[in-house]
């Protein structure tokens, strides 16, 4: 049986993980081997990875804008970011499920993930872990220094980010630390500096990790509450909606702040800010359409506007590139 999108809820005799793709290129065509270490990664789950890499696009896109030099090496660091994004996205789902080992066997939607299914043992998770890294770290050395000193850092809040859970019920901001720290370590790989412009553009996707973990964590609200797990989903509560359309405010509010920072010295080219600007606001549409449709008490409603967030994030990327041809 599976959900409307075509998610199995649960899973089959392949080892599939539950909130996985049907079908996905890792059941179908990976070795056998290789596939408990690639659901750990949720190399069968793609959205994580797009969510920790459209921040750093962001801060690409960003950065160009601010100084109008688009170089070469900005290729690289778009392919790099590309890489590094699904390397250590898997790295950190990998410690996150070591972390929740216990607590996802007792979850129905990951018990079914590798470690508390019995695929992979702790001891051969963490040694995937360290190979992930490893060859992460071989891609930041690419950058300049201050882009590796900004990647180094990087590792304190996705340690965290796992055991957040256990002491607040604001894990997500945790989650948002982590996953949107590649807008500030874009920007920084572009122009060797720091502005405000990346530091406002990190607050703007915290906001929007807020608004889709929220609603991602809406699924396993029931289960959470009987083991003890803290989530947004469970302190907001009926007045989820609420909530979100305070976040979808911040996010659209602090992303044209971060536009308007970055491009001050572009000599007040209207018709080129003007246009970046729209990013944020078709991005605040599309979260529009998401409130009407969220339905909190339905998991697959939940899960499939998770998923979504992908065509959110990728909206204001379309305006950022229009706006560095004007």
Known sequence: ??????????????????????????????????????????????????????????????????????RWEDAWIF???????????????????????????????????????????????????????????CILLTFNTAAILMGIVALLPVAIYPFAKRFTWWPQVFLGLAFNWGAMLAWVAHTGYLHPAPLILYMAGIAWTLFYDTIYAHQDKEDDALIGVKSTARLFGADTAIWLRRFLVAIVSLMAMAIL???????GDPLAIGLAIFGPWGMGWHMVWQLRKLQIDDPDTCLML?????DTGLIPLLFFAGAMFV
């Not at 599976?2 to 996905?24: C, F, H, I, L, W």
């Not at 069968?44 to 030099?69: E, S």
């Not at 607590?103 to 992930?132: H, Y």
């Open 261 to 267: 920072s970055a491009m001050a010295g572009r000599g």
């Open 79 to 137: 392919v790099g970011c590309g890489i590094g994004a699904w390397l250590m996205r898997g790295a950190g789902c990998t410690w996150n499920d070591i972390t929740d080992r216990d607590f996802d066997g007792s979850v129905a939607r990951t018990a079914s993930r590798p470690i508390p299914s019995g695929q992979v043992s702790v001891k051969q998770a963490a040694a995937w872990l360290i190979v992930q890294s490893l060859i992460a770290f």
């Open 1 to 70: 049986m599976t959900t409307p999108d075509g998610t199995p809820e649960a899973k089959d005799a392949q080892g599939s993980v539950a909130d996985a793709y049907r079908g996905n290129w890792v059941d179908r065509r990976a070795p056998a081997w290789s596939r408990p270490y690639l659901r750990l990664s949720r190399a069968d789950r793609p959205i994580g990875t797009w969510l920790l890499l459209i921040p750093c696009w962001w801060g690409l896109a960003l950065a160009i804008l601010h100084d109008g030099q688009a």
């Open 306 to 310: 998770f998923r979504s967030n992908r």
